[in-house]
């Protein structure tokens, strides 16, 4: 059980263009979901907290209007790279935060690169 | 505010030998501890966690971690290593209220398995 989503695994897009990302919770609901970033050899970097039927917490110095965030429903969040730049390249991983065991539980990651 | 520190960026360890890899947080309050483990170009999978009771958690692939109070550390275990544990391994604590409970990743500590 708990098992989280992402899809596409791999995106190559050019610079000016959108890309959505799509994140799914597939055997549990989930009210936050979390989008990080991770760089090479580095560790992961919340970006921002995703709350079902409500608007999207940012972290400090992440542009929410650069990275829109949209959580329609308990099992699925999205994450859409606008007007992708070259240093938007980066590995985009999910997370869905399971109420009853208060543990998140992280999608496989979304390797995008902007040309 | 909490912190998670990882002494170890990366360490080597023979096959069939033993591991523990080192975690240091801080934090006002009881923690909720986690640890993860990432293979290259995947999301992260949950190895196991702490919430409250026997200091002493069993995870998957055999690991089990140690909560020290006393000592602020929750270590990481595995008495006999295989080479398909090498991956970069996060520690983790979460911060409970606000909008959703968020974690705090330490730097992340990379294993090398050697034949």
């Known amino acids: 059980g708990a098992v989280v989503s992402q899809h596409p695994s791999r995106v190559i897009c050019k610079s000016g263009t959108s890309v959505k990302i799509e994140c799914r919770s597939l055997?549990?609901?989930?009210?936050?979901m979390f989008w990080y970033r991770q760089f090479p050899k580095q560790s992961l970097m919340l970006m921002a907290t995703?709350?079902?039927?409500?608007?999207?917490?940012?972290e400090q110095g992440v542009e929410k209007d650069k990275f829109l965030i949209n959580h329609a429903s308990l099992t699925l969040s999205t994450l859409t790279v606008t007007s992708a730049h070259p240093e938007d390249s980066s590995f985009y991983i999910c997370s869905a935060n399971e109420g009853l065991t208060d543990t998140q539980y992280f999608g496989p990651g979304t390797r995008l690169t902007v040309l | 505010a909490q912190s998670v520190t990882q002494p170890d960026i990366h360490i080597t360890v023979s096959e069939g030998a033993s591991l523990e890899l080192r975690c240091n947080y801080s934090y006002g309050a009881t923690p909720y501890l986690f640890w993860y483990v990432q293979s290259p170009g995947q999301g992260l999978q949950l190895l196991l966690k702490?919430?409250?009771?026997?200091?002493l958690v069993q995870g998957i692939k055999g690991f089990e971690a140690e909560f020290k109070r006393s000592q602020s550390s929750f270590n990481l275990r595995k008495p006999s290593v295989h080479w398909s544990d090498a991956a970069e391994y996060f520690c983790a604590v979460v911060h409970r209220g606000g909008a959703g409970n968020k974690l705090t990743f330490g730097g992340g500590t990379r294993v090398l398995v050697k034949p």
């Open positions: 702490y919430f409250s009771g026997d200091t």
């Open positions: 055997d549990f609901q989930a009210t936050t």
């Open positions: 995703s709350n079902e039927g409500s608007k999207a917490t940012y």
